[in-house]
């Protein structure tokens, strides 16, 4: 937790604002790609097209500490 406070300290607000267009952008390339990533892997190892896409835009989302809480729920 303490590593994201930090980074959210130093974020520069204005920058992001004022490049708001290529934030979205990188934002949404970022997810297409990894939607695109899992649900191949997903097809790779057996599931159907929609499991496959479902599987993708379910963990696309994720992050390190969505793959935590994942492991402290088991």
Known sequence: GLFFVTIGM??????VFNNLLWVAAALLLLLVLKITLIAALSR???SDFGAALRTGLDLAQG????QSLGIAAH
């Open 10 to 15: 130093k974020l520069d607000l204005a920058l």
């Open 44 to 46: 790779l190892f057996g």
């Open 63 to 66: 992050g390190e500490h969505r």
